[in-house]
């Protein structure tokens, strides 16, 4: 099965920086799906790869200054979206209803969703990823894909185990009734790739820091491939 490669961009690179940094990720051999700040969607789309929002917000149109709603998305190319990130939800008090009518907006406009759960260090895992997956896909049928981010994980070049990882994954599978597709992010990145490609049940990775840089895709490539 060939790894899904996610690339979330977060806030981070100048137009300027556009032109090379698209022409590096054509000459990777990845699947990847970019997910670049919201103004810069429409040089990905036409550039040819599949692309999608960082976030979206739950009405089709209206008076909602500064946000992008799924139809608009769906209008010009976007096909999928993260909803849930953990940055989403400390940062900008996402609750998990905000989070559930994303997801139902998002589905019926034909949006690819991706789920991000994840815990904090000190708290049980399947405690909270039961209730994040639970509550965020309460009345929703369609199939999704979640991304596992352990909350201490992001931004800390600290993962956890493999057999923890492995764990988790299995313990999210266990929720769904169809074979759901799950992806790891939290500090993936050129080093620890060649240990966590090592989990099996692994779909694909979710990219953070390092997606910015092809240099570090690079050597996620040769390990990927």
């Not at 806030?11 to 699947?31: A, P, R």
Request: glycine letters at 8%; proline letters at 2%; a negative charge.
């Amino acid at each position: 099965m060939e790894k899904i490669i996610a690339l979330n961009h977060k806030m981070n690179l100048n137009y300027g920086d556009l032109k090379s940094y698209i022409n590096g990720l054509k000459k990777l051999d990845l699947e990847v799906i970019v997910f670049p700040t919201a103004i810069y969607a429409k040089m990905f789309i036409d550039s040819g790869f599949k692309t999608g929002l960082q976030n979206v917000y739950y009405h089709k149109w209206g008076a909602y200054t500064g946000e992008i709603s799924p139809k608009q998305a769906a209008s010009i190319g976007i096909s999928y979206v993260l909803i849930g990130h953990s940055e989403r939800r400390d940062k900008f008090h996402e609750t998990d209803e905000d989070i559930n009518n994303k997801i139902r907006c998002a589905l019926m406009e034909g949006l690819k969703v991706i789920l991000c759960v994840g815990e904090e260090a000190n708290e049980d895992y399947k405690v909270v990823l039961k209730k994040q997956i639970h509550n965020a896909l309460e009345d929703i049928q369609d199939e999704i894909m979640i991304a596992y981010e352990p909350k201490w994980a992001i931004g800390s070049q600290i993962i956890p185990s493999n057999k923890r990882i492995k764990e988790t994954i299995n313990y999210i599978k266990s929720l769904f009734d169809y074979d759901v597709k799950v992806l790891y992010g939290g500090s993936v990145s050129g080093e620890n790739i060649k240990t966590l490609n090592e989990v099996n049940v692994v779909s694909g990775y979710l990219i953070g820091g390092g997606s910015t840089n092809i240099n570090e895709l690079k050597k996620i490539e040769e390990v990927v491939h």
